[in-house]
């Protein structure tokens, strides 16, 4: 009896193996099914074929090609107030392909889109995977899905334009939490303390008035200078002799 018990719980365990070998393959956190393509397009709308390579890990990539507008989408359901992260690994090395990006849509339940957010746009040609993410995205109050497409744009008019995407991921993350913290706000205390004042009796000092020194007077001395002038006065005294002729002065004349 013991070993049909275990025979038949070994047989359950096989079953049980066949078909997880069968599910689609969901890294561990993503919310995306089939995340890496190793299951062909399951989970996926939009895909242009499944290759082998070029691949960025594994053994299989989601080719999208198109000459105007194209891209892969899956939807996946969502929390309101809550973070996401999504990250996509692209290889672009075509010059016919003019952008590629990813985006997120919110949606509600009724399918109305909430908010449409993107990513950077790959337009260089280059020949390696490029990461391509957007981080700690907030879904919006009344979101119940989240719309997850890769994206290409093709050059105007041109040729097919082709590109690869995989190991495209879209995680739930912790979101900052909200706390209340009242704000303290310091409010000065003002204590009045009256106090008497102490009387202190003035002490005078007299100060004796500004004496003027009175400036430098210059003093003009003049020395008068007395100039005599001699004035000769005659001053006869005796009896005046009496007026003599014309003719005595010439007197000796004649004499001669």
Same mark, same amino acid.
């Given at each position: 009896?013991?070993?049909?018990?275990?025979?038949?719980?070994?047989?359950?365990?096989? =079953?049980?193996?066949?078909?997880?070998?069968?599910?689609?393959? &969901?890294?561990?956190?993503?919310?995306?099914?089939?995340?890496?393509?190793?299951?062909?397009?399951?989970?996926?709308?939009? +895909?242009?074929?499944?290759?082998?390579?070029?691949?960025?890990?594994?053994?299989?990539?989601?080719?999208?090609?198109?000459? =105007?507008?194209?891209?892969?989408? &899956?939807?996946?359901?969502?929390?309101?107030? @809550?973070?996401?992260? /999504?990250?996509?690994?692209?290889?672009?090395?075509?010059?016919?392909?003019? $952008?590629?990006? /990813?985006?997120?849509?919110?949606?509600?339940?009724?399918?109305?889109?909430?908010?449409?957010?993107?990513?950077?746009?790959?337009?260089?040609?280059?020949?390696?995977?490029?990461?391509? !993410? /957007?981080? #700690?995205?907030?879904?919006?109050?009344?979101?119940?899905?989240?719309?997850?497409?890769?994206?290409?744009?093709?050059?105007?008019?041109?040729?097919?334009? !082709?590109?690869?995407?995989?190991?495209?991921?879209?995680?739930?993350?912790?979101?900052?939490?909200?706390?209340?913290?009242? !704000?303290? #706000?310091?409010?000065?205390?003002?204590?009045? %303390?009256?106090?008497?004042?102490?009387?202190? %009796?003035?002490?005078? %000092?007299?100060?004796?008035?500004? #004496?003027?020194?009175? $400036?430098?007077?210059? @003093? +003009?001395?003049?020395?008068?200078?007395?100039?005599?002038?001699? !004035?000769? #006065?005659?001053?006869?005294?005796?009896?005046?002799?009496? %007026?003599?002729?014309?003719?005595?002065?010439?007197?000796? /004349?004649?004499?001669?």
């Amino acid at each position: 009896m013991r070993w049909h018990w275990w025979t038949l719980g070994a047989i359950i365990l096989g =079953v049980l193996a066949a078909w997880w070998a069968g599910a689609p393959t &969901q890294a561990a956190g993503n919310l995306l099914t089939n995340g890496g393509f190793e299951d062909g397009a399951s989970g996926w709308t939009g +895909i242009s074929a499944i290759v082998a390579t070029p691949v960025h890990a594994g053994s299989k990539a989601a080719a999208l090609a198109c000459s =105007v507008a194209c891209q892969i989408r &899956q939807s996946v359901a969502a929390e309101p107030a @809550s973070s996401y992260v /999504l990250t996509a690994y692209l290889w672009k090395n075509s010059s016919s392909a003019s $952008s590629a990006w /990813l985006s997120v849509s919110w949606l509600r339940a009724d399918g109305a889109t909430l908010g449409v957010i993107e990513s950077a746009r790959l337009s260089a040609p280059d020949p390696s995977y490029r990461v391509l !993410t /957007l981080n #700690t995205l907030a879904a919006p109050a009344g979101a119940a899905y989240a719309s997850i497409a890769l994206r290409l744009a093709g050059q105007f008019g041109g040729s097919p334009a !082709t590109v690869y995407f995989d190991d495209v991921s879209f995680l739930r993350v912790a979101g900052p939490t909200e706390t209340f913290t009242p !704000t303290r #706000t310091a409010t000065a205390t003002v204590t009045r %303390t009256a106090t008497t004042p102490a009387y202190h %009796t003035p002490t005078r %000092t007299r100060t004796p008035p500004a #004496t003027d020194t009175p $400036s430098p007077t210059a @003093s +003009i001395t003049q020395t008068a200078t007395e100039t005599e002038t001699a !004035t000769a #006065t005659s001053t006869e005294t005796g009896t005046p002799s009496p %007026t003599a002729s014309p003719f005595a002065s010439r007197l000796p /004349l004649i004499l001669k």
